[in-house]
């Protein structure tokens, strides 16, 4: 760095302390220096063989109950390993997940874990990548966790649930019950855990032999509040007899949806949600669900993140299980007994 901004070591050190005031040429030519070659002042003044004792968590939502309860896993994993762990929430935005990075990095943490989806084009996917190329040389770790990598080649690891599966579950629960009019309430398309979601309710329907009707697909936020409007909209403008959500909280907006367009759930409308957040017991009726093993996933991420060796590839990939959980929320179709009012499902969960 000293050699690009034409300055000796001594006075690029004193600059970056702020212990000396030089010309103003002289400070540019040293701060465009730190620019180009992405230097890092370390805060905490650790070496790499050192850990900061800090591990970082960046989240969609930091209200989400999803979310809040793989923070459980993390802080547990974390304190285990004599460590504490950051919280912080990118609200949605993309640029704001790079830039959070980027802080925790200059913190000096020992690693940052990715919680959850995120809108993920090609040039968001390839500054990640970046991103964690620099954690790597500065002797920090960026893992994924509940998310899937579609990006190029990069120093990072990958710990997410089987979420294709488990949405292919879910929608054969609601097949094999009878139902040939399934909805699907799925994520922002953006986001590749709502494109998990959707591949394997497709994948269910090809199963069944059932053509597609993108009438049936309605696309919300996964929260409550867009699931109720997406919801609405679909009991009002299809035929659809269940519906298969992208997550519990837009499931608990279609079950209200329901019941304001004065159907039942699930004498009206079979309704099965996605996460196992503990909301889903509480639900009137309560709710069938795929379960996803959240606080596990916390746990497994921070492990990775802190426990690795020099034997390991460059990236590891952690996939774990999911599986249904059969509550009130699923019945035939009422035409099927030929009462008006549906027979509920008796299964024992997988």
């Avoid at 050699?3 to 465009?32: D, N, W």
């Avoid at 590749?192 to 696309?219: F, K, M, W």
């Amino acid at each position: 760095m000293a050699e690009r901004a034409s300055v000796s070591v001594a006075t690029v050190s004193r600059i970056l302390s702020g212990s000396y005031t030089a010309p103003p040429e002289t400070h540019e030519r040293v701060m465009q220096a730190v620019h180009d070659l992405d230097y890092v002042v370390n805060s905490s003044a650790r070496s790499l063989s050192t850990p900061s004792g800090l591990v970082a968590m960046i989240v969609n939502d930091i209200t989400s109950p999803f979310f809040m309860n793989i923070a459980s896993g993390v802080e547990e994993q974390a304190v285990a390993d004599g460590r504490v762990c950051l919280v912080s929430s990118t609200q949605g935005v993309p640029g704001r997940e790079l830039s959070m990075i980027n802080l925790m990095r200059q913190r000096g943490v020992d690693a940052v874990l990715l919680v959850g989806g995120m809108a993920e084009d090609q040039e968001h996917l390839a500054e990640l990548a970046a991103a964690a190329q620099r954690m790597e040389r500065a002797g920090s770790r960026l893992v994924l966790c509940g998310r899937p990598w579609n990006g190029p080649q990069a120093p990072l690891d990958v710990v997410e649930c089987d979420m294709e599966n488990g949405a292919f579950a879910a929608t054969s629960h609601l097949l094999s019950a009878g139902h040939t009019r399934v909805a699907h309430l799925a994520g922002p398309h953006e986001f590749s855990i709502a494109g998990q979601r959707l591949a394997g309710y497709r994948r269910a329907l090809d199963a069944y032999g059932i053509t597609p009707d993108s009438a049936l697909v309605a696309e919300s936020d996964m929260t409550r509040e867009s699931g109720y409007e997406a919801a609405r909209h679909l009991l009002t403008d299809t035929d659809a007899t269940a519906v298969f959500c992208a997550n519990d909280l837009s499931a608990a907006g279609a079950i209200a949806a329901a019941r304001d367009l004065g159907r039942s759930v699930p004498d009206d409308l079979s309704v099965v949600g996605f996460d196992d957040i503990p909301l889903a017991e509480d639900l009137y009726p309560t709710l069938t669900t795929v379960h996803v093993p959240q606080q596990e996933l916390g746990r497994s991420a921070t492990r990775l993140a802190l426990h690795r060796r020099a034997t390991d590839p460059p990236r590891r990939h952690v996939v774990l299980g999911s599986h249904i959980v059969v509550r009130d929320s699923v019945a035939p179709p009422a035409a099927l007994n030929g009462t008006g009012k549906a027979l509920k499902v008796k299964e024992t969960a997988r």
